[in-house]
């Protein structure tokens, strides 16, 4: 190999980077979860974080589901049941233990993300740092920190990313799903808009001025509106409404300002969260 070549590689330093105090002492304390295994619960729905239909492939969704397993001790617990436990791993990921993988936040969802190479312009939605997820005792709230912008912008040659993503506040939170409206209600809001505005119909006719739809006639209308696609300052006590009878619930990573003001109660419980570590012996079991 000729001098020239080796001056092109690209040789790791004799002595290895210090660690940095700050990483150091969020390692040692697991980012506020219990070290080893655990599980994650919803206050506001009773139900675990969950991989969907216990995949494994990259994507898979996490949710939110029904208890599958009553004791917390290790040696009682049913094998089918892992998909609802998490760990987090040496480098700061939350993680599945019945795959091993990684999770991920994409598009305000928690999927399992497989290791992938690095491409470039790096990072971009593809291939780009994991997030961590970090647990208050105190608030009971996780919190979610990006190493890049989530949004994944894509930005032209000489400019400056912007970094005001910095700026806000990554919550995880349960969102809620209502039972499907019955014939009989629908119809009754249209007898009740009718008998309350009788002339509306004929006013709209001759130019009159007609109002905007609210949320909740949004959805109640034919537009395909998900539960978990409406904005939180969109949601009205009407869209806090849980009362599906479906096992599933919906999880999503909420971007909060910093100059939010108060926040109704309905939506601080489902930003609450209950993290019970998995006991090793009965002794130490309690619940």
């Not at 009989?184 to 109002?211: C, M, Q, T, W, Y």
Request: net charge negative; hydrophobic share 30%.
């Amino acid at each position: 190999m000729s001098t020239t070549d080796a001056d092109d590689l690209t040789l790791p330093p004799s002595n290895p980077p210090p660690y940095s105090t700050t990483a150091l002492l969020a390692m040692e304390k697991n980012y506020g979860f219990p070290p080893g295994c655990f599980v994650i619960k919803s206050v506001a729905t009773g139900r675990l974080l969950d991989v969907e239909l216990d995949d494994v492939e990259d994507g898979a969704e996490i949710i939110l589901w029904p208890e599958k397993e009553g004791s917390l001790v290790e040696g009682l617990r049913k094998p089918e049941a892992d998909n609802q436990v998490f760990f987090i791993d040496t480098s700061g990921a939350l993680c599945s233990r019945q795959s091993g993988h990684a999770i991920d936040v994409e598009d305000g969802r928690l999927l399992l993300r497989h290791r992938r190479p690095m491409s470039f312009p790096y990072p971009n939605a593809y291939s780009h740092p994991l997030p961590q997820f970090w647990y208050s005792s105190t608030t009971k709230q996780i919190l979610v920190r990006f190493q890049c912008d989530p949004s994944f912008p894509d930005l032209q040659p000489n400019t400056t990313p912007s970094n005001a993503w910095r700026q806000n506040s990554y919550l995880l939170s349960s969102i809620p799903l209502r039972k499907p409206r019955t014939l009989l209600e629908n119809a009754s809001d249209v007898f009740n808009s009718v008998i309350a505005s009788p002339l509306s119909p004929l006013a709209s006719i001759f130019g009159g001025p007609s109002k905007s739809a609210t949320v909740q006639e949004v959805y109640n209308s034919d537009i395909d509106l998900r539960e978990d696609e409406l904005l939180e300052e969109d949601r009205g006590e009407g869209e806090e409404v849980d009362d599906s009878q479906e096992k599933f619930r919906r999880v999503r990573v909420l971007t909060v300002n910093s100059d939010e003001e108060g926040t109704a109660e309905t939506a601080q419980r489902r930003r609450t969260w209950e993290v019970m570590p998995l006991r090793r012996s009965r002794a130490l079991y309690t619940r």
